[in-house]
């Protein structure tokens, strides 16, 4: 059976910040050869996440990181000692992870739609889990 | 190998819905006939998403309609200059896709559980992709 | 084919608890024998989800569960009439679903990420699935 998850290495240099992801991971998915599958990207950290949103105006995600950080401020009556329990929280909002189909080989994603790591505590050096299944 | 994607075409009627795409979901797991596996219902669009909630009593999505837009109100100082910032931001705490496990050829879900795809900027034609894998 | 599907019981013991199921999803997945696919966890209510986040140290839990209740409070101007409307809100922003890569027969989990089943609306007797697919 081929080996078909692989680890993108990802240097942040914000403390939040999106960054698109969309092309790391087609070409992971073109290394394996499956072309018809389901394709998960996993994030192992628990203050950055993953989401899918725009590409087109990256100013959509200024209005996502900024909207997100007024509904989750970074100091608040917080109890965990680290000062980033904001990251914490943001990343149960949008997420660990998505699934995307494969098909011929191919993401299928909308038209507008990418891929982005969030950072929510950076700058710093992150992974991110890319899996296939066939099916 | 059987082709297990199919894509749902869904006209909106407002800006804001919740529609329950339960049903449609199930016809395509029954058309592919596969009984084990996953079913993932995924979103090809940026200002639409899909959830999980209660079917019983249409208020609960009334609420859950109305709180979001409070937490996400469609006017603020955003930078996106389409006027839709806020149905991008929704999409990225609602989520684009849901994974369904499915058993003897049925969707696993909760006795109240429905499946919705969730306009956040619409009247629009709409797509939605339902893809399964075996296992 | 072996069964892969395994539905966890859980006992909350408060209106608002996230409680650890890593270890409990483990031993499923050890169940199967299956080493290399996709573990998805599905929570089958309305009223409770699955995040995953940090495990190390509890107030983050705790940080969690004060801010997500901050910006979804129990009262407030609710159609719904059964006073839970809040804890269908929280469902549909954290998730019904995580999908968790398995690789020689662990989940890929990071280094402070644990699995949490999220109650808003307990005490209650609560379900949750777990699958595996291979590949």
């Given at each position: 059976?081929?080996?078909?998850?692989?680890?993108?290495?990802?240097?942040?240099?914000?403390?939040?910040?999106?960054?698109?992801?969309?092309?790391?991971?087609?070409?992971?998915?073109d290394?394996?050869?499956?072309?018809?599958?389901?394709?998960?990207?996993?994030?192992?950290?628990?203050?950055?996440?993953?989401?899918?949103?725009?590409?087109?105006?990256?100013?959509?995600?200024?209005?996502i990181?900024?909207?997100?950080?007024t509904?989750?401020?970074?100091?608040?009556?917080?109890?965990?000692?680290?000062?980033?329990?904001?990251?914490?929280?943001?990343?149960?909002?949008?997420?660990?992870?998505?699934?995307?189909?494969?098909?011929?080989?191919?993401?299928?994603?909308?038209?507008?739609?990418?891929?982005?790591?969030?950072?929510?505590?950076?700058?710093?050096?992150?992974?991110?889990?890319?899996?296939?299944?066939?099916?």
């Open positions: 059976m081929p080996e078909t998850k692989e680890t993108l290495k990802i240097g942040t240099r914000a403390r939040i910040e999106m960054i698109d992801i969309t092309a790391d991971v087609q070409k992971a998915v290394r394996w050869g499956i072309k018809e599958g389901l394709c998960v990207v996993y994030v192992p950290h628990t203050t950055a996440g993953v989401t899918i949103n725009e590409n087109a105006d990256p100013h959509v995600q200024d209005d990181v900024a909207h997100v950080s509904l989750v401020p970074r100091r608040g009556a917080f109890r965990h000692g680290e000062g980033n329990s904001d990251a914490h929280i943001k990343v149960s909002l949008t997420g660990s992870s998505e699934s995307i189909i494969v098909e011929r080989g191919r993401l299928v994603l909308g038209t507008w739609q990418s891929i982005f790591f969030c950072e929510f505590d950076g700058p710093r050096k992150r992974k991110c889990h890319v899996k296939v299944v066939g099916g």
